[in-house]
């Protein structure tokens, strides 16, 4: 299933969602194609998109849960990728 989260997240003078598979990143690559969003805005396990598109890809047929609960679901699905520790 593909999740989307609210536009919460403040970069580049916008404000950004997640997008995120909870099945696969096959799943996840093959719906952001469809939908337009550019390979670029792929970071480890999500999609970032601007909040602009949000209600796009509901329509889209991404499912709209809270950010708690997509971290949640790719978390169990393992499919969460933490950022790297840097020294």
């Given at each position: 299933m593909?999740?989307?989260?609210?536009?919460?997240?403040?970069?580049?003078?916008?404000?950004?969602?997640?997008?995120?598979?909870?099945?696969?990143?096959?799943?996840?690559?093959?719906?952001?194609?469809?939908?337009?969003?550019?390979?670029?805005?792929?970071?480890?396990?999500?999609?970032?998109?601007?909040?602009?598109?949000?209600h796009?890809?509901?329509?889209?047929?991404?499912?709209?849960?809270?950010?708690?609960?997509?971290?949640?679901?790719?978390?169990?699905?393992?499919?969460?990728?933490?950022?790297?520790?840097?020294?």
């Amino acid at each position: 299933m593909i999740l989307i989260d609210p536009p919460a997240w403040p970069a580049w003078n916008r404000v950004w969602s997640h997008l995120v598979s909870d099945e696969s990143y096959d799943e996840l690559h093959a719906f952001a194609r469809a939908a337009g969003i550019p390979a670029r805005g792929f970071d480890r396990d999500h999609y970032d998109v601007p909040s602009d598109r949000y209600h796009d890809l509901i329509a889209a047929g991404a499912v709209p849960v809270s950010s708690r609960e997509l971290v949640r679901r790719i978390t169990a699905a393992g499919l969460r990728q933490r950022k790297r520790r840097t020294a």
